[in-house]
């Protein structure tokens, strides 16, 4: 089993910064490619960022210079450090676990964003 738990959210003007993290249990995590997917009322769930299990990693457009996605293979956790935020960058960010042979597809709880003044 595989749970994940994201935290680091909350509120920050336009132009400040958050870093969110998602801890895994479990022994997955190294064989995985991770992603943070985000969600606003109204909207479909939209792909952020990824990153595979040998560092890869893979942005939208309109978050490309401005994020960047890692993790820590040791501690289990994936982190996303995002810079520069916009009002349309509010949203709950989840985290997402892909195994090797698709043997789990796993969500967080997610994690709130809100970028206002």
């Known amino acids: 089993q595989v749970q994940l738990v994201e935290s680091g959210g909350g509120l920050v003007q336009p132009g400040g910064s958050l870093r969110l993290s998602c801890a895994a249990s479990?022994?997955?995590?190294?064989?995985?490619?991770m992603g943070w997917y985000r969600q606003t009322p109204g909207k479909q769930r939209e792909l952020v960022a990824t990153?595979?299990?040998?560092?890869?990693?893979d942005y939208i457009d309109s978050v490309k210079g401005r994020f960047t996605i890692s993790r820590d293979n040791a501690k289990k956790t994936v982190y996303l450090r995002m810079n520069n935020l916009k009002p349309e960058d509010t949203a709950v960010y989840f985290c997402?676990?892909?195994?090797?042979?698709?043997?789990?597809?796993?969500w967080g709880q997610g994690t709130q964003v809100i970028v206002s003044s």
């Open positions: 997402n676990l892909k195994a090797a042979w698709s043997i789990y597809d796993a």
């Open positions: 990153i595979s299990t040998g560092g890869t990693t």
């Open positions: 479990g022994s997955i995590f190294s064989i995985s490619t």
